[in-house]
T-cell receptor, first 109, second 116 residues
Framework: DAKTTQPNSMESNEEEPVHLPCNHSTISGTDYIHWYRQLPSQGPEYVIHGLTSNVNNRMASLAIAEDRKSSTLILHRATLRDAAVYYCIPPWFGNQFYFGTGTSLTVIP | GAVVSQHPSRVICKSGTSVKIECRSLDFQATTMFWYRQFPKQSLMLMATSNEGSKATYEQGVEKDKFLINHASLTLSTLTVTSAHPEDSSFYIC????????????FGPGTRLLVL
């Protein structure tokens, strides 16, 4: 399965930007990189996904490295509701998701 | 859009009984559905992949006779835990994907199973 490396935990002050990094050096050339977040006792929530160029939506931005071996999820202004575990997932052969340990984000009021 | 529901949200059963969990895509047709299991303080573990009208593909170490998966329609998949034991107690989560590999997965809210 595709391997990812993410920091175990990160902290951010409320209303400041947060950059969550992910290394996915084994991603194939045609696989999208997907980002989700999960609160305790809830299913993962879709955040964003992209292939090559940077992507934006109402929740976040995704910056993908030119060689596609890493990406960074950007939350432009962190709120307390953004505190969660964030997962980056390169699919296995474009299909299955194998979750790593993710990054636990703490937002400090 | 892209809402996935699960029923029940939590269930308690006695050891040796079977439990069925439903996963529905409410506003899109799911060509592929996935089932995951998550133990406390751990990440999600993929159990199986199912395509509508086909037999599910199980991950290594997942007993197909114990975890029966049926994906009979484009909006419904069911997971039946047969002869449940306390070690099957876990958080079961399904996801659904509408199209090809470029599409993302949308996850249900999860089902908490407690086997006594």
């Amino acid at each position: 399965d595709a391997k990812t490396t993410q920091p175990n935990s990160m902290e951010s002050n409320e209303e400041e930007p947060v950059h969550l990094p992910c290394n996915h050096s084994t991603i194939s050339g045609t696989d999208y990189i997907h980002w989700y977040r999960q609160l305790p006792s809830q299913g993962p929530e879709y955040v964003i996904h992209g292939l090559t160029s940077n992507v934006n939506n109402r929740m976040a931005s995704l910056a993908i490295a030119e060689d596609r071996k890493s990406s960074t999820l950007i939350l432009h202004r962190a709120t307390l509701r953004d505190a969660a575990v964030y997962y980056c997932i390169p699919p296995w052969f474009g299909n299955q998701f194998y979750f790593g340990t993710g990054t636990s984000l703490t937002v400090i009021p | 859009g892209a809402v996935v529901s699960q029923h029940p949200s939590r269930v308690i059963c006695k050891s040796g009984t079977s439990v069925k969990i439903e996963c529905r895509s409410l506003d899109f047709q799911a060509t592929t559905m996935f089932w995951y299991r998550q133990f406390p303080k751990q990440s999600l573990m993929l159990m199986a992949t199912s395509n509508e009208g086909s037999k599910a593909t199980y991950e290594q170490g997942v007993e197909k006779d114990k975890f029966l998966i049926n994906h009979a329609s484009l909006t419904l998949s069911t997971l039946t835990v047969t002869s449940a034991h306390p070690e099957d107690s876990s958080f079961y989560i399904c996801s659904a994907r509408s199209g090809g590999y470029q599409e993302t997965q949308y996850f249900g809210p999860g089902t908490r199973l407690l086997v006594l």
